[in-house]
């Protein structure tokens, strides 16, 4: 740059000495002439020059604008990446306190729940005894469709919690996936939905009375092992749920080894066999309709072909059909004209085996199996009434019966009404009084009465 | 034997139907998908079935009505948002809720347990 400009510098020195010159002398002059030649030739070489200056300036210019270029593209690089950086660093401090949060007990994709109960029973003919129960479920929420249920039951034998005396058993193990608004699909071990006892009202907490109506004892099954679809469907502002089911189903008790328990004759379906001996599947489901949130009536039912125990009295084995069916209702809600919650439920089932000849049994041959049974129950409580205690006390009546017919060993003819006093300390912690009138036909019946202090996890 | 090969063939039916009622449902997923982004449970497909009454109801209410039926309502600070998250699962596969009444009730407990 420096010399170009002492060039441009000498050059205008030098026209402007030319310029006095050519002031001075005459213009026609041979030094005029001669001066006229170098005036032009140094124009010409300033024009070369200033071309030249143009070029450079040009050249300069368009340097300068590149590296300006690269500049911005590089800071824009450097913005993104610093923007990158801080993302990445977000998305870092995100997954910790994710890892944290799951760190916190109970508060993952896990979670215990279940319930807990010591009872005192006190019934005619059997001594009084204390018992207690736990029963931890795990809800492991795989993924937001996939859950694994899996609930244990320890509970005291008499004075022992051995597990080698039987005192604990898997409860639940119940895997299911969500395929859609309307279905799951599951299986494993599950309460079974077949009169809607066992599934809906099972834990301490939830059912009023301490002891279960007696038809779910013979009747129904109270697990089942198999699969299931199952789902709700909204229906305008009502909805149906089901549950359809495939399973071990029961097995039929031959053998005249127990002639005598109600349920346990031969010819009642046992439904807690700890052996499958057939390929016959149980076939069964429950379907509910929920006209209101607070009320479900359900039909259920259950087809299976139990085949006989083995037996020394029947050589072959042989099975017969069986095919179990129930109704059942549910209503709860506080009802604010009668100052508390009302709670109303019920259910009728009826079971039907196929008659048949158990060589070696006391009792008609062939035996037809024609059963029934059911309870209704009514639980009041003045949730809204502003007297202390007296809110936290509910009253609980139940009326339930069994007739399993016929001359034979295993007949039962039984009713109970039971009456119910519930203490709840929460919302989930309750202590249960209940009595219980026993009439049972021919032999009178047992009274019953219980004490219990139950919770839900 | 012959009854129960009719109820079997009568459930392999049921959930052949569920089957493309599942399939059809993924169509419709794509739709939705901005609004299943706050949901965290599997999203309502407002399918075939879906309808305006249980659209228009809150979480509070349906929670209220429905969670009543079986058992005393748990207060929702008992649970905090991520427990709740499974309890309604849990709820929804053994208690026959639909799958907008889980929705909401799930949404509305997460956000009353104030944890």
């Not at chain 1, 124009?43 to 450079?56: E, G, R, S, V």
């Not at chain 1, 399973?247 to 002639?259: A, E, L, R, V, Y």
């Not at chain 1, 069964?284 to 006209?291: S, Y």
């Not at chain 1, 099975?319 to 209503?331: E, G, M, P, R, S």
Request: proline fraction near 6%; glycine fraction near 10%; charged fraction near 15%.
């Amino acid at each position: 740059m420096k010399p170009l400009v002492t060039r441009v510098l000498a050059t205008a020195a030098m026209l402007a000495a030319a310029g006095t010159a050519l002031a001075a002398d005459n213009a026609s002059s041979p030094s005029y002439q001669q001066l006229q030649h170098n005036y032009s030739t140094l124009q010409k070489q300033m024009m070369q020059m200033q071309k030249q200056m143009a070029a450079m300036q040009k050249q300069v210019a368009s340097q300068q604008k590149e590296i300006a270029a690269s500049k911005s593209s590089k800071e824009s690089v450097d913005e993104k990446a610093t923007e990158q950086s801080i993302e990445d660093l977000y998305n870092q401090i995100n997954k910790q306190s994710q890892k944290i949060s799951q760190m916190e007990p109970g508060s993952t994709n896990f979670l215990i729940v279940g319930d807990a109960n010591v009872t005192f029973t006190n019934q005619r003919g059997t001594p009084s005894q204390f018992s207690a129960d736990v029963s931890p479920i795990i809800d492991w929420q795989l993924d937001k469709r996939l859950l694994l249920i899996a609930g244990f039951d320890f509970f005291t034998q008499g004075n022992s919690g051995d597990f080698s005396s039987g005192a604990g058993d898997v409860s639940i193990i119940d895997l299911s996936y969500i395929l859609n608004d309307y279905m799951t699909v599951g299986g494993g071990m599950f309460p079974s939905p077949f009169a809607a006892y066992n599934n809906y009202f099972g834990p301490p907490w939830i059912e009023p009375m301490v002891d279960a109506p007696e038809v779910y004892s013979y009747l129904t099954p109270s697990n089942e092992v198999g699969g299931y679809i199952s789902g709700a469907v909204p229906v305008g502002p009502t909805h149906f749920n089901y549950n359809f089911y495939a399973s071990n189903g029961p097995d039929i008790i031959s053998s005249d080894q127990n002639p005598n328990g109600p349920g346990s004759a031969p010819g009642a379906l046992n439904f807690g066999d700890t052996n499958n001996y057939n390929n016959g599947k149980a076939i069964g489901g429950r379907l509910g309709f929920v006209p209101i949130p607070s009320l479900e009536v359900g039909y259920s039912f259950e087809y299976s072909e139990p085949v006989t125990q083995p037996s020394t009295a029947i050589a072959t084995p042989f099975h017969v059909n069986a095919f179990l069916q129930a109704v059942d209702f549910n209503y709860g809600k506080v009802v604010k004209a009668l100052d508390g919650l009302v709670r109303a439920r019920g259910a009728w089932i009826f079971s039907s085996t196929d008659g048949a000849v158990y060589p070696g049994t006391v009792g008609p041959d062939p035996f037809n199996g024609h059963s029934n049974g059911g309870f209704v129950e009514l639980y009041y409580q003045p949730t809204l009434i502003d007297v202390p205690y007296l809110k936290n006390l509910g009253y609980a009546f139940r009326y339930d019966r069994v007739d399993i017919p016929g001359n034979n060993p295993g007949a039962l003819h039984e009713q109970r009404y039971s009456f119910g006093l519930n203490y709840w300390l929460y919302s989930d912690a309750v202590i249960k009084g209940e009595y219980e009138f026993d009439n049972v036909e021919n032999t009178g019946g047992n009274n019953a009465f219980f004490l219990q202090f139950a919770v839900g996890i | 034997m012959r009854f129960g090969y009719t109820l079997a063939s009568g459930l392999t039916l049921a959930a052949l139907v569920a089957g493309l009622g599942a399939c059809s449902s993924q169509h419709k997923a794509a739709a939705t998908q901005s609004a299943a982004k706050e949901s965290k449970l599997p999203q309502s497909d407002a399918g075939i079935f879906s309808n305006q009454y249980e659209e228009k109801q809150s979480g509070a209410q349906l929670w209220a009505e429905n969670c009543e039926r079986c058992h005393n309502l748990r207060s929702p600070s008992q649970f905090n948002a991520a427990q709740w998250d499974i309890i309604v699962h849990h709820m929804r596969v053994i208690g026959g809720l639909t799958a907008v009444e889980a929705r909401k009730i799930r949404v509305f407990l997460e956000s009353a347990s104030g944890q």
